[in-house]
């Protein structure tokens, strides 16, 4: 346990895979948790579920409209009383080769991948300096350290997460916030499920492990950057990756 009870938790992309983990993982430490995810119906039977663990606030959202997200953290900050840790979790791919790749394709990668996560921190960063106290924890990629064939626009959008996380880190943690970012590397989410299973075994065959990762393996490292544990822990990098990359 990290000594989290009482503090609220945003956490994006929170219906299924990671984003759920980690929002599973924070009501376990006692944390009131609020999750939006775009897809509506996910986002209610995770609601289901979750609410049975603790203190859960649910909206359905897209992060890439700044103003549905300023709205989401002040429903957030009215529900519970604070804003102390916002996970940026959500994500999503659209993949093709460059030359195939059209700019729409492109632009929507960074909207929702770089721009939300922007989105969620100009919200919650002011609540989080009236406090004196925060935790953002924003999520990349191995594809923005290796490149990923296909992922021109993902890998574009999870090297920006790097470079801001650790320009905003040196920002802010004079007023008491921590910003972090990780790497997680090749995990069982509803994204690589997709993935033909011969193909999904195959590639675990390269990996070091020699298996994926489980979204609860990077939920609990979510849960450390969020605690006071990891308050000397700042513009960090933090590859989850079973030594992928």
């Known amino acids: 346990m990290y000594h989290l009870e009482g503090k609220t938790a945003i956490v994006t992309g929170g219906a299924v895979g990671i984003g759920y983990a980690i929002a599973e993982r924070f009501l376990e430490e006692g944390m009131n948790v609020a999750i939006c995810d775009i897809a509506a119906e996910k986002l209610e039977q995770a609601k289901k579920s979750l609410s049975e663990k603790g203190n859960l606030y649910c909206e359905a959202i897209d992060i890439s409209d700044y103003d549905a997200v300023v709205q989401f953290v002040k429903n957030v900050y009215d529900t519970f009383g604070s804003v102390d ?60 350290l290796s490149g990923n064939f296909g992922q021109t626009n ?16 040196k920002e802010l943690m004079r007023h008491g916030i921590n910003v972090n970012v990780i790497i997680p590397g090749a995990v069982l989410t509803d994204m690589t499920m997709a993935i033909p299973k011969e193909i999904r075994e195959a590639k675990a065959k390269t990996f070091p492990a020699k298996r994926w990762g489980e979204p609860r393996e990077l939920a609990n490292v979510y849960a450390f950057l969020a605690s006071d544990e990891a308050s000397w822990i700042n513009c960090a990098s933090v590859q989850v990756d079973g030594g992928y990359f």
């Open 85 to 144: 840790v916002l996970a940026n979790n959500a994500g999503m791919a659209r993949d093709a080769q460059f030359y195939k790749m059209d700019i729409e394709q492109f632009r929507k990668i960074i909207d929702v991948n770089l721009m939300g996560s922007v989105n969620m921190c100009k919200a919650c960063v002011p609540y989080m300096m009236d406090q004196h106290y925060g935790k953002i924890i924003n999520c990349s990629s191995v594809a923005a």
């Open 154 to 169: 993902y890998a574009a959008a999870k090297g920006a997460l790097l470079s801001y996380t650790h320009t905003m880190g």
